[in-house]
């Protein structure tokens, strides 16, 4: 067989994106989410360019689909076992945590998202192949969960830690000098240079 | 001659004590993270976007374009001395300097490399002091139909010019057309998009995109391939050509500048066109064309001006029309709108300081590169010893800070983590994501005089074929495309872009 796997998932993908936002642009089969005035050709409305945009992007998704079937072989990296359950449960709690803190009211300045990120990266982080990718976007998570309780100098320290992880050659006395190292640095540059309006330490207690 | 005067005034502008340091600052970070691989100009720039809202305009656009023209400096040091292209733009330079570096030539190498590169840069500075009051001229005239067929010809050119398929690349464009639509829509004040997000009423954020997919998704894809980093070998040896190498570069550095200033011009062409495009050149048309591969310094000295002669000149487009040629210059789109400028035809007439002083500010900024390139070699090699253990934390935070700082909201940080994971999708399955930058930035603006232009002809789509303009520029890009799909042409470009 002579299948592009990954055209077909990137041909895929670009329709599903163009179908979706059809229907919450509310011009596929008459249903839609924020339902945008169309217009005519002469007085377009806000729904207009949304509507040929994403036509045209849904041919050409289809395009590169039915192309994929003949312009191979072109596979993609194999999963493993653990690369599956991993997603599929890091998917599953990071919805679950947002579920819940949303329910539980708990939503200023998107900590349920930010909570909700980090578990379910720090889950695919499982898995040796996900490491990478769960472990640096995890570390972004929580700079952002912390930054505005508890400061730039702890946020910092806790990108630092998350994110070295991701790389087998860090001990913890590397970790820390490289940690204090860019705390200073940060410091310096952006509170000290540039003056930035940010919490340098914990808000929280004080 | 007015030129004259014009460029006196531009130098008045670039000489004056605040912008001199500035193009300082960002030569030495350009040459910086050109020097380094795993962080290109459009990460950086776009990190530093945020730290330039102080400034005023001219300095943070000399800035940016400093960091621009020194990581084409910075990528070929490394290139030549471990066979480490910095940026894209160097990959053509590994080839012969790498060669010549083991062959104890490393010295006259970098020399080549920076001499031709500030020649290439000096003549490109003028083209484009040259050529952009003409082409703004001819812009004046453009209505609303003809803006929005030339930038369908950008974009359809920008996706042509891009590594892999074209039909993904133009799925890309059109990908970032759509993100850009996210946000209040300008004629009747509706949300698009939004999901009630507040913070979306703006749009999607330009910076979060670009350092998302950019920065993020390189720093993951460098971590899942450890590759064994090399370590430097060798001496770097005299510097001085002898003058049989001297004579050699000479015919390929005109050459290359020469095809650099042509191909910068072209959206999505750039830097590493242009490297490719001289390399080639040399082979076929150099005496010396058979050496090539085998350490000639014609192959570092074509090339090396050729990229950094289409540096400069992708700013005429920008500069010019407003449009922008490649990713980084969308990023100084975004910094440019930030600034409350519209580029556009009419930023001539209207911020004089900006454009000349820019201009000549690029001619200082590569009088500067000679100077951090050369003698002060030894510091860059020493940067290189860094390993990446230390410097992708360093990357990181910067990031998170800069997001952060833009509004002083998480939710930034937020989307610039969503973008990240978008981006490490793209790569996965080979979806080329400059192209989508170039649509997300011109997409608002395509939509705008796509709608001027129906209102003003009635709702009759003829209105773009029965103007002369639009139909030369609809024109060319219908040829465009329907050369690429003729089969020699599109293996050719595969051959000429692969390696």
């Known amino acids: ?46 729904g207009y360019m949304p509507m040929l945009v994403f036509w045209l992007q849904f041919a050409l998704g289809a395009f590169v689909f039915i192309l994929a079937l003949t312009n191979g072989p072109d596979p993609l990296e194999r999963w493993t076992k653990l690369d599956f359950t991993t997603l599929a449960i890091g998917v599953a709690v990071g919805l ?9 009211g708990i939503s200023t300045n998107y900590v349920q998202v930010g ?54 050659d860090h001990n913890p006395i590397s970790v820390a000098g490289m940690t204090v190292f860019l705390c200073v640095l940060c410091w310096f540059v952006f509170i000290y240079e540039l003056d930035i309006r940010v919490p340098l330490w914990p808000t929280i207690f004080g | ?23 300082l600052l960002g030569a030495l970070i350009g040459t910086a993270i050109g020097v380094l691989p795993g962080i290109g100009p459009v990460a950086t720039i776009s990190l530093l976007l945020p730290i330039t809202f102080g400034q005023p305009a001219t300095t943070a656009i000399i800035m940016l374009a400093g960091i621009y023209y020194g990581a084409q400096y910075g990528g070929s040091t490394t290139a030549i001395l471990l066979n480490l292209p910095g940026e894209v733009s160097s990959v053509v330079t590994a080839l012969d300097g790498y060669k010549m570096a083991r062959n104890g030539r490393a010295g006259a190498a970098l020399t080549i490399a920076a001499l031709g590169s500030f020649f290439a840069g000096s003549v490109a500075t003028l083209v484009v002091a040259a050529s952009g009051p003409m082409l703004t001229s001819v812009a004046l005239s453009f209505g609303p139909a003809d803006y929005f067929s ?9 996706a042509v010019l891009a590594q892999g398929s074209v039909l993904k690349a133009i799925a890309m464009v059109v990908l970032g057309v759509a993100l850009g639509l996210v946000g209040t829509d300008v004629q009747t004040g509706q949300q698009r998009f939004t999901f009630g997000v507040p913070e979306l009423s703006d749009g999607l954020g330009f910076v ?141 007439e209207a911020q004089p300081d900006l454009f000349w002083g820019l201009i000549c500010s690029m001619w ?136």
């Open chain 1, 115 to 168: 909570v909700a990120c980090f578990g379910a990266l720090c889950i695919l982080a499982i898995s040796p192949a996900w490491r990478p990718l769960g472990l640096v976007l995890a570390s972004f998570a929580i700079f952002a969960l912390l930054l505005e309780p508890l400061g730039l100098m702890l946020s910092i320290a806790a990108l630092c830690v998350v994110s070295a992880v991701a790389d087998r």
């Open chain 2, 208 to 348: 979060s995109i670009a350092m998302g997919i950019f920065g993020l998704g390189e720093i993951i894809l460098n971590l899942e391939r450890p590759e064994a980093r090399q370590v430097m070998s060798g001496k770097v040896g005299s510097l001085m050509l002898t003058r049989e190498e001297f004579r050699r570069s000479v015919p390929a550095v005109l050459r290359g500048t020469a095809i650099g200033s042509v191909l910068g011009i072209l959206p999505g062409g750039g830097a590493s066109l242009s490297a490719f495009g001289s390399y080639m050149l040399e082979r076929k048309i150099s005496k010396y064309g058979h050496t090539l591969g085998t350490g000639a310094i014609e192959g570092v000295a074509g090339p090396e001006s050729a990229n950094n002669a289409a540096a400069q000149t992708s700013f005429i487009p920008l500069l010019t029309l407003g449009i922008p040629a490649n990713a980084v210059m969308a990023l100084m789109v975004g910094a440019l709108i930030i600034q409350g400028i519209q580029p556009g035809p009419r930023m001539v």
């Open chain 2, 1 to 23: 001659m007015e030129l004259f005067a014009n460029l006196a005034h531009g130098f008045g502008v670039a000489l004056s004590l605040d912008n001199l340091l500035f193009a």
């Open chain 2, 150 to 158: 030339l930038m369908l010809l950008g974009l359809i050119i920008s």
């Open chain 1, 1 to 46: 067989m002579k299948i592009s796997t990954k055209d077909l998932w990137a041909g895929g993908l670009l329709m599903f994106l163009a179908i979706l936002g059809l229907f919450i642009n509310g011009g596929f089969l008459g249903i839609g989410l924020e339902q945008h005035t169309l217009g005519s050709a002469r007085r377009m409305g806000p």
């Open chain 1, 96 to 104: 679950i945590i947002w579920r819940v803190m949303e329910s539980m």
């Open chain 2, 364 to 499: 200082v900024g590569n009088l500067m590169l000679l100077v951090i390139n050369l003698p002060m070699i030894g510091m860059w090699v020493k940067l290189l010893q860094v390993p990446y253990k230390y410097l992708y934390p360093a990357i990181l935070v910067f990031c998170a800070i800069g997001v952060y700082s833009l509004n002083n909201s998480v939710f930034d940080v937020y989307q610039t983590l969503f973008f990240g994971i978008l981006g490490y999708i793209f790569s996965k399955l080979h979806m080329p994501a400059a192209p989508l930058l170039i649509g997300f930035v011109l997409g608002p603006m395509m939509e705008e005089h796509l709608r001027r232009a129906m209102l003003l002809s009635r709702g009759d789509v003829g209105v773009f074929i029965e103007r002369p303009i639009s139909a030369t520029l609809l024109a060319l890009a219908a040829i465009v495309l329907a050369a690429m799909a003729l089969p020699a042409l599109r293996s050719g470009k595969d051959k000429a872009l692969a390696e």
